[in-house]
Structures are given as C-alpha cells and as structure tokens.
C-alpha cells in the first residue's frame, strides 16, 4: 500500500510538471504566431503601398514610378540644397501622358533611418519611429505639362542633415486637361 502512494504521488508531480511545460510551450506558440501575424501585415502594407510614395535617396539619381489617383508618373530627385531651417528638394516629375495635370497635392514626410535591429527586440518600435517623422502637405499651382519632366520644389523644415535618411514623397491630382478634338 505504501508503495502505490508512492507511485500515485509521483505521477502527479511529473502530470503537473508536464501541464506547465504544454501551457509555457503554448504561450510562447501564441507570441510566435503574434509576431508572424504582424510580419505578414507588415509585408501586405509594403505591398500595398509599394507605388503609391517614393522614397528619396540624397544619394542616389535614378527615377522612381509614383502611382496616383490620375495614374503613374516618374520622380527624380534632382538635387537637395541647404535652406533657412531645412532643405529644398529639387525634383523633377516626369509625365508621360498626353494630358496636362494641375493642383497637385503633395505630402513629404521625413525623418531619421528607421533602426531595424530595433524592432527584432520590440513589434512597438516601427510605430514608435513613425511618429517622430515630420510631415508636410502643399498644393503645387504650377501644371505637369505633358511628355516631359517638370520641376517642382519641395522644402523641408525644419530639417538637420540626420533628418534626411529618410525622406518620402507622394502625390494626389486635382485636375487633367486634354486637347481640344475639334481642332
């Protein structure tokens, strides 16, 4: 009889160590899950937003497709100079329509390089860096005439050299004008 005691007091302790094992192994399953969850609506809102802003690189002079509500057009940063408490952005956009659009709304944001090795440690961190961006929305009067770059400027301020590892440009259009046909 003492010997059953025995046995059956053993068996629970290894039954509860056991329990806590699945329910520890089944919490760390359940933040596995949480982090690849949030990596896969990282990945769908790059995707979804893969055209629709360019990214200005101070180092770079390639162009870059902007999609807007109007259709697609081509962005180059052509050259970046000091200003009051900035900098201003000199870009050229490319139409290539036959159309001539005009009241473009622009928006920049900038700010400093996101630290990616910081969001490993913290799903929070890409939020917490998306809020210290600067943002600034202006409407450009002049028009994109058609087949052709155009130069626009765009002045960010306040701006320190550290603000532009990143910079962000998209763009909305408020009228198209097309050729008279009956000429």
Known sequence: MVAALTIAGCTDN???????KMSDMGTKLNEMQSTV??????????????????????????FQRLDTNCGTFWVMLKDVEPYTN?????????????????????RARWGPA????????DMSAYETWE????????????????GTWNKKTVILAPAK???????????????????????
Do not use: H
């Open 37 to 62: 969850d949030c990596q896969r609506m990282a990945r769908f809102q790059v995707e979804k937003d893969r055209y629709s802003k360019v990214y200005l690189d101070t180092s770079s002079k390639g």
């Open 161 to 183: 050299q550290e603000d532009l590892a990143y910079v962000e440009f998209s763009m909305t259009v408020e009228q198209v004008k097309l050729g008279d046909a009956k000429k």
């Open 131 to 146: 809020m210290t961006l600067k943002e600034k929305e202006e409407t450009i009067t002049n028009e994109l005439r058609p």
């Open 86 to 106: 900035g900098y201003n952005f000199v870009l050229s956009i490319g139409n290539s329509y036959y159309a001539i659009f005009s009241g473009m709304k622009t």
């Open 14 to 20: 290894k039954t509860s160590e056991l329990e806590q």
């Open 114 to 121: 996101f630290d990616t090795r910081a969001s490993e440690k």
